[in-house]
């Protein structure tokens, strides 16, 4: 490889996370993943090295429809772009771009224990509820620990941001990195274990139901949710029957979980003061969310709607993104293969 070690001076890590383009992303992905992602990716002294993917070979495990898969990966590298994710200074990509992937899976499979593999949630939750689960469920955590440890750089740790619900697949790529080492590198380990970076004051985000929001209960608002479709969902949030005079407790509502996360610290505290007087009914609450999200996003709305008539810009930035990921990939799969005793060419 290279000679890319960090000085003393120097030991950033190398940041790397993906997303699935499985539905359009809404606020639980914005405040879970999306925000924070970007502010990492943004920050300068991470320049050229953070990694941030559409992860399309993720969604194959589910998504049926090749239009559809086509469309949230674009909707999806639309949204980055218009949150505020900046080209110049991290890659951006899709991650069927990289085909050392593959390759890399297939690597880390052969040291795999398939008593491992059928502990995965994802799996073991489709298999409880009576269905079949594909091979690409089964197998999904190893692709996973293969595009974070693909972007292995030396004397470098890798920062993987992701939600709380990733911990289990932070955990299997952790013991696949050691698994790799321990069998073909034991004296000179190739790859780092990769830390999970957990932001903790990311509660789960409510959906309109009160469940998680997720893009499978159809309970999600979109981030780019706009107009009567915006209002139509942030109307229908859930709350109890307590009439519009008494007094309410804010903590016990989702339409106030929901604004905590756009409030800021005076706006929150007035109206929790609200709740807690009486004579703030819960529809109150949600004209309050809803102008909240319209303008907390209406920059973004903005962007995102030039963007799209760009085509052309977006798909730039996804191939200069792919290009620099095969690089370093690539770089990473020269060792692999040495080590696994592949002729390299
Ligand atoms: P979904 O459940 O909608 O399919 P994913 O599982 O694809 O979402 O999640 C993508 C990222 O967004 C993950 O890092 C996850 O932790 C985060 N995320 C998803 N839903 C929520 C939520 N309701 N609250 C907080 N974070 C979430
Ligand atoms: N499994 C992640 C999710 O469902 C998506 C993902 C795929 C990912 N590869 C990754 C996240 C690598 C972080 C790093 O949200």
Request: with cysteine; glycine share 8%; aromatic share 8%.
């Amino acid at each position: 490889m290279p000679d890319d070690s960090p000085s003393a001076s120097d030991r950033l890590p190398v940041l790397v996370s993906g997303i699935q383009p499985s539905g359009t992303l809404h606020l639980g992905n914005y405040f879970g993943a999306l925000r924070q992602n970007i502010a990492l990716a943004n920050d300068e002294r991470q320049r050229d090295r953070a990694f941030l993917f559409i992860a399309d070979y993720h969604a194959l495990t589910t998504v049926r429809d090749a239009e559809a898969l086509r469309r949230y990966t674009t909707e999806v590298a639309l949204d980055y772009l218009a949150l505020g994710f900046d080209p110049d200074k991290a890659h951006l990509f899709v991650q069927s771009d990289v085909p050392q992937l593959g390759e890399l899976t297939w690597a880390f499979l052969c040291v795999t224990p398939t008593s491992l593999l059928e502990k995965g949630v994802a799996y073991k939750d489709k298999v409880a509820q009576g269905l079949t689960a594909n091979g690409g469920l089964l197998t999904y955590p190893i692709l996973q620990a293969a595009d974070i440890l693909a972007y292995t750089a030396p004397g470098r740790d890798l920062l993987v941001p992701v939600g709380a619900d990733q911990k289990q697949n932070l955990e299997i790529s952790r013991d696949t990195a050691a698994r790799f080492n321990q069998t073909f590198r034991p004296d000179d380990p190739l790859f780092p274990l990769p830390e999970p970076l957990i932001l903790d004051e990311v509660a789960v985000i409510p959906g309109v139901d009160g469940r998680k929001m997720s893009k499978s209960y159809g309970n999600a608002i979109g981030i780019f949710d706009e107009g009567k479709a915006l209002k139509k969902k942030v109307m229908s949030i859930v709350s109890d029957s307590t009439p519009l005079e008494d007094p309410k407790d804010p903590e016990q509502d989702h339409t106030f979980a929901l604004i905590r996360h756009f409030a800021t610290d005076e706006q929150r505290g007035e109206i929790a003061e609200a709740y807690r007087a009486g004579g703030y009914g819960y529809g109150h609450a949600k004209k309050a969310l809803l102008s909240m999200i319209t303008e907390h996003f209406g920059p973004a709305r903005e962007r995102r709607r030039q963007l799209a008539e760009r085509p052309g810009e977006v798909r730039e930035v996804l191939a200069a993104g792919a290009q620099a990921a095969r690089a370093r990939a690539g770089e990473v799969m020269a060792e692999v293969r040495d080590a696994v005793g592949f002729l390299n060419p």
